[in-house]
């Protein structure tokens, strides 16, 4: 299991920017992938961005070209860059890790942090 925090979320007007920030009680490069994901109101969970230990990323379509994820080894933290944001951004932002072994896989949450883009 890891323990996570995220921070950074906020209000902010349509066309600005936020960083969201997750900081893990473990060597991120220990964990194999690290993700955010977000819930709107009335919807199901969406993941929105992930980074594996190796680097590689991936994005929903949604966010595409507009938000970025990153990681700091040093400060065991996981950043996702959010540019251009639209009033469909708004959401709860929940960090996520998966480790996983020969035998099991775990995910693990932070508890989220609202983002609201107001129009």
């Known amino acids: 299991q890891v323990q996570l925090v995220e921070s950074g979320g906020g209000l902010v007007q349509a066309g600005g920017s936020l960083r969201l920030s997750c900081a893990a009680s473990?060597?991120?490069?220990?964990?194999?992938?690290m993700g955010w994901y977000r819930q709107a109101p009335g919807k199901q969970r969406e993941l929105v961005a992930h980074?594996?230990?190796?680097?590689?990323?991936n994005y929903a379509d949604s966010v595409k070209g507009r938000f970025t994820i990153s990681r700091d080894g040093a400060k065991n933290t996981v950043y996702l860059q959010m540019n251009s944001l639209k009033p469909e951004d708004t959401a709860v932002y929940y960090c996520n890790a998966r480790t996983s072994t020969r035998v099991v896989t775990n995910d693990s949450w932070g508890q989220g942090t609202q983002v609201t883009v107001s129009s």
């Open positions: 980074i594996t230990s190796g680097g590689s990323t």
């Open positions: 473990r060597s991120i490069f220990s964990i194999n992938a």
